[in-house]
C-alpha cells in the first residue's frame, strides 16, 4: 500500500514569486510519481511526471520537481509565479511493475497568488 | 478531439434514491477509473476497468456502489438508495496503454449532493 502526505492544504504566494509545495510519499514498492493540477471549474490534468532517470523532471507552465528516493519526497517547484498559476496542486504515486494500476492522491494544496 | 465526458455536471437527489453517473472516455483509451473528491479530501480512487473488466473494484465503499463498462467505452456509475455522506464530486479519468506510467485524464465530474 501506498500513502501521499502534502504538508500544505494552503500556500499563499505573491505574484513573481518562488513557490515550493511539498510532497512525501510512502510506498513498500517502486514507484512512478505525478503532479497533477486542478484549475477552477476544470478537471485535473497532468502537470509533470516522474517514472525513471533523471530526478529532475519539467512540466508545463514552468513548474518542475525533483524526485529524491532517500528523503521520499516529490516537490513541486517553479521560480516566478504568476496569478494564472492559482489552482489546486495534487501529488500522486502509482506502483511501478505491479498489475495495480490505481493512482493514490495526496489531499491536495492550494495555491493562492495574490498580485 | 475531445476529452473525458462525464454527465450530468451536476445531480441533486434525494436520500434513498438511486442515481446513475455517465462517463465517456477518450476514444481508443482502454482504461477507465472512478475516483471520488470529497470537500477537503483528496482523491479516493473507486474501480479501475481495463476493457469491459474491472480487475480491481477495492475502492467501491459498499454494496450500494456498482459499476460497468460497456464496448470498452462508455461507464456508469450507479449508487443505490444514497445517503448523505455519498455527497461529493465523482470523477473518471481514462488513459491509454497498459502500464501504470500512463497518465490519466480527467473529466470535469459529476457533483453530487444528496438532500
Known amino acids: 500500500a501506498q500513502s501521499v502526505t502534502q504538508l500544505d492544504s494552503q500556500v499563499p504566494v505573491f505574484e513573481e514569486a518562488p513557490v515550493e509545495l511539498r510532497c512525501n510519499y510512502s510506498s513498500s514498492v517502486s514507484v512512478y510519481l505525478f503532479w497533477y493540477v486542478q484549475y477552477p471549474n476544470q478537471g485535473l490534468q497532468l502537470l509533470l511526471k516522474y517514472l525513471s532517470g533523471s530526478t529532475l523532471v519539467k512540466g508545463i507552465n514552468g513548474f518542475e520537481a525533483e524526485f529524491n528516493k532517500s528523503q521520499t519526497s516529490f516537490h513541486l517547484r517553479k521560480p516566478s509565479v504568476h496569478i494564472s498559476d492559482t489552482a489546486e496542486y495534487f501529488c500522486a504515486v502509482s506502483e511501478a511493475n505491479t498489475g495495480r494500476r490505481a493512482l493514490t492522491f495526496g489531499s491536495g494544496t492550494r495555491l493562492q497568488v495574490q498580485p | 478531439g475531445a476529452g473525458v465526458s462525464q454527465s450530468p455536471s451536476n445531480k441533486v437527489t434525494e436520500k434513498g434514491k438511486d442515481v446513475e453517473l455517465r462517463c465517456d472516455p477518450i476514444?481508443?483509451?482502454?482504461?477507465l477509473y472512478w475516483y471520488r473528491q470529497s470537500l477537503g479530501q483528496g482523491l479516493e480512487f473507486l474501480i479501475y476497468?481495463?476493457?469491459?473488466?474491472?480487475?480491481?473494484k477495492s475502492g467501491l465503499p459498499s454494496d450500494r456502489f456498482s459499476a460497468e463498462r460497456t464496448g470498452g467505452s462508455v461507464s456508469t456509475l450507479t449508487i443505490q438508495r444514497t445517503q448523505q455522506e455519498d455527497s461529493a464530486v465523482y470523477l473518471c479519468?481514462?488513459?491509454?496503454?497498459?502500464?501504470?506510467?500512463?497518465?490519466?485524464?480527467f473529466g470535469n465530474g459529476t457533483r453530487l449532493t444528496v438532500t
Open positions: 476497468f481495463q476493457g469491459n473488466s474491472a480487475p480491481d
Open positions: 476514444s481508443g483509451h482502454t482504461a
Open positions: 479519468a481514462s488513459s491509454a496503454g497498459q502500464g501504470n506510467n500512463s497518465p490519466l485524464h
